[in-house]
């Protein structure tokens, strides 16, 4: 590989900011069509019950989506025959501090802090989560998901229930 | 209120509305039932060894399971004798000692006050036998442990009574390695306990609410859990206590061994197979990591609910705070357990494609109850069982009858005027 082309392959944090903020803007927007194209064939989507698991594969998540349950997961919430998300909640969300962990040609990972409030029913609820992502860029050059693990701030402790995406 | 009051609001099919919103019932309840029943607190795989520990609760109170040196389970107030401070803030681990963070009381697993810092600041008759960890009554069935603050009930065995048949029954998922707690949900909803408690012998409401958790199967698991529609059925099995029958093919998981694999576990099947699993293990295995076809309710606080214990604790008159208790096989293939976990996440839990949806349902609930000021929880939902399937003697009904609320109901009407 020519020194070129790995300048354009690789990421760069604003690339990446970018990215996680459009990202945060369909899901607040419940935009998930949109959303489901921004994984990996093998890309993971996990909201933990544990803070720092050896491996979540083994352990009870709260979320531990691949692609066909990710599809599921979306044609459920907008279906508006669940309850729980139809109505949906409002929800707003910002993503900072960021903090990039690994980085490679193609590659990044990086960590980052997301405050969210939920509104329904009268209730307002916050819901702080430390984010981690895996970050590739696809042939094409989009980036894509390649792990999304949200850990929430209470995640081994109980939670409201949640009708939407984190 | 009297004894009197409170039996006038319970009547043979209906519940007053009252008894999901009057904070002096609450409290009452609290009293009454939850300091007089046997209450679940843990299953025995949550402390496998001495020295292990969990915290749990009994009604409103914070405990600590443990077992000690001996290997027995203790259920200790999670309260120093001392000024009353919390000895343990964790959720499970091990222990050989709790020490009191504020002056340094230690306390044994079994509850013994081992040592006092700074002693001699105490008069000469101090008595350190008499401030152990306050102990409750423990008693174990198949694996499930419960405690309460009564010395006077009946024994566990007793109270369980004709629910012991579905416990073993349902304790099969174990598939011969025994049954063990793989993780656990938790989540809150704003609503009155017996909301929940009723919704676990409620079939009716399945079809409806869940209908985008049956959209998310493929065909032949979709009419696994066509619940209304096998011949099932609702048993009283006395105290509060009674079975839901949904799917009568997965009563018994020993049975039924030599029928096809279903589809949705082929990849389960083959992977036990590479692992060098007989065909015997491979079938009995895969039966069991599809779960049992039948909710047990026993009153007044867990479920053994077709694949998990369901656990509930009233924290207010309207907030409730459930844990669905994923489990599976003690020592059994991994790649099963694993199947079992993926299973619970995807109908489980705060973000599951079931319980958001039954907590949704349960919040309307508490709301709705606000309106009206005479107005009935209706609970005469119901038919004939079908022909020979409940055990003579034991009032039944068809699958979406209202017979397992009705029993419990009755279990609280005879707690709150006793």
Known sequence: MNGTLEMTESITLAQAMEFIWAEADFLDRLDYKPWLKLWTDKGKYIVPTERDPEDYAEVLNIVYDNQTMREARVKRLLSGFSMSSAPPARTVRTVSRFVVTASDTGVMELRAAQMLAEYKYGHMRVLPADLKYRLVRAADGALLLDEKIVTLINADDYQFSIGYLL | ?418
């Not at chain 2, 681990?93 to 020490?99: R, Y």
């Not at chain 2, 859990?225 to 009674?242: C, I």
């Open chain 2, 1 to 418: 209120m009297s004894d009197h009051d409170y039996a006038t609001l319970v009547r043979d099919d209906r519940v007053h509305t009252s008894l999901y919103r009057d904070a002096a019932i609450f409290d009452e309840e609290m009293e009454r039932i939850f300091k007089h029943s046997w209450i679940w607190v843990a299953h025995e795989s949550d402390i496998p060894a001495k020295s292990s520990f969990k915290t749990s609760w009994v009604g409103r109170e914070p405990v600590i399971v443990t077992r000690d040196r001996e290997m027995k389970v203790n259920v200790l107030l999670n309260r120093c004798r001392h000024r009353a401070a919390s000895v343990c803030e964790k959720k499970k681990g091990k222990a050989s000692v709790f020490v009191c963070p504020y002056h340094g009381w230690s306390y044994d697993p079994d509850g013994n006050l081992r040592k006092v810092p700074r002693a001699a600041g105490y008069p000469e008759d101090f008595d350190k036998s008499e401030f152990s960890l306050i102990s409750l009554r423990v008693e174990i069935y198949n694996g499930m442990i419960f405690a309460t603050f009564d010395e006077d009930i009946e024994p566990l065995i007793d109270y369980l009574g004709p629910a012991r048949k579905w416990m073993d029954l349902f304790m099969k998922q174990g598939a011969g390695y025994g049954v063990k707690t793989l993780g656990e949900h938790r989540f809150r909803f704003p609503g009155n306990w017996k909301i929940q408690l009723e919704n676990t012998t409620d079939a009716y409401h399945f079809p409806i609410v869940h209908k985008t958790f049956l959209d998310s199967l493929d065909a032949e698991t979709g009419n696994v859990f066509d619940v209304l529609g096998q011949g099932g059925w609702v048993e009283d099995l006395g105290n509060g206590h009674s079975v839901m029958v949904m799917i009568p093919d997965l009563v018994d998981l020993d049975d039924k061994l030599d029928a096809a694999i279903p589809d949705r576990f082929a990849d389960l099947a083959q992977e036990l197979r590479d692992e060098g699993h007989d065909d015997a293990t491979v079938r009995r295995v895969v039966r069991a990591v599809g779960g049992s076809g039948f909710n047990l309710n026993l009153f007044p606080n867990v479920a053994c609910s077709m694949a998990f214990f369901r656990v509930l604790r009233p924290v207010t008159v309207e907030e409730t705070e459930i844990v669905h208790v994923a489990i599976g096989m003690d020592g059994g293939p991994a790649a099963g357990n694993r199947e079992r976990l993926r299973l619970h996440e995807h109908f489980q839990g705060p973000m599951g494609f079931g319980t958001p949806d039954d907590a949704e349902g349960w919040e309307r609930v508490q709301r709705g109850a606000q309106a009206g000021d005479d107005l009935w929880i209706m609970l005469n939902r119901g038919v004939d069982a079908p022909e020979g399937v409940a055990e003579p003697g034991h009032e039944a009904g068809d699958v979406s009858a209202e017979t397992g609320m009705r029993a419990a109901y009755q279990q609280w009407k005879r707690m709150m005027t006793a």
